[in-house]
């Protein structure tokens, strides 16, 4: 009832089919919020705009690349749903079809800033591109890099008051 007077700060990664993309942001996030102790100041999950692996792990590669960095990742796909936009504050898209679907998708009335998390890296690499389709894991060794300096500089931002 009392939501909005609370401090936690929601933060929610949506891709395509919440399997390759948003769960390495997702993961990434997390650790950094633990690594800076501010983990009691988050609500932190992600989707996807598709439900086809729901109840699914991350790829097979998703996960080799987040272990390889020793980041820990347990959650299992899901959908966005119409809640969604009313219970995160930031709503991360990870290219131009994502976020376009989240701004068709969400109710007239959500607060939730829709924002591309590829805008936040200092590299200015903004595009998180879909590594589904690829035959190795070049692709998500890239976007686990991008997703790692992205999440780092929203949360610099965050921690300087500049969001
Ligand atoms: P993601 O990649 O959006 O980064 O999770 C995809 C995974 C699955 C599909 C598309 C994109 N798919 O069509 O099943």
């Avoid at 796909?77 to 969400?106: V, W």
Wanted: charged share 25%; net charge negative.
């Amino acid at each position: 009832m009392f939501e909005t007077m609370s401090s936690t700060k929601g933060a929610l990664f949506v891709c395509l089919g919440n399997i390759c993309r948003s769960p390495i942001a997702e993961a990434v996030f997390l650790h950094l919020i633990k690594e800076r102790g501010t983990s009691d100041q988050w609500k932190v999950d992600s989707a996807g705009l598709g439900g086809w692996h729901s109840g699914n792990l991350p790829d097979s590669r998703a996960r080799a690349t987040l272990k390889k960095h020793q980041i820990e990742y347990n959650n299992t796909a899901r959908q966005i749903t119409p809640e969604d936009y009313y219970e995160y504050d930031y709503i991360f898209g990870m290219d131009k079809n994502n976020i376009s679907g989240l701004k068709r998708d969400a109710p007239s009335d959500s607060k939730a800033k829709i924002l591309l998390l590829g805008d936040f890296d200092p590299e200015g690499d903004n595009i998180i591109r879909d590594p589904y389709y690829d035959s190795g894991s070049e692709g998500f060794e890239k976007c686990y890099q991008q997703c790692w300096r992205s999440c780092k500089a929203f949360l610099d931002k965050v921690q300087n008051g500049e969001i």
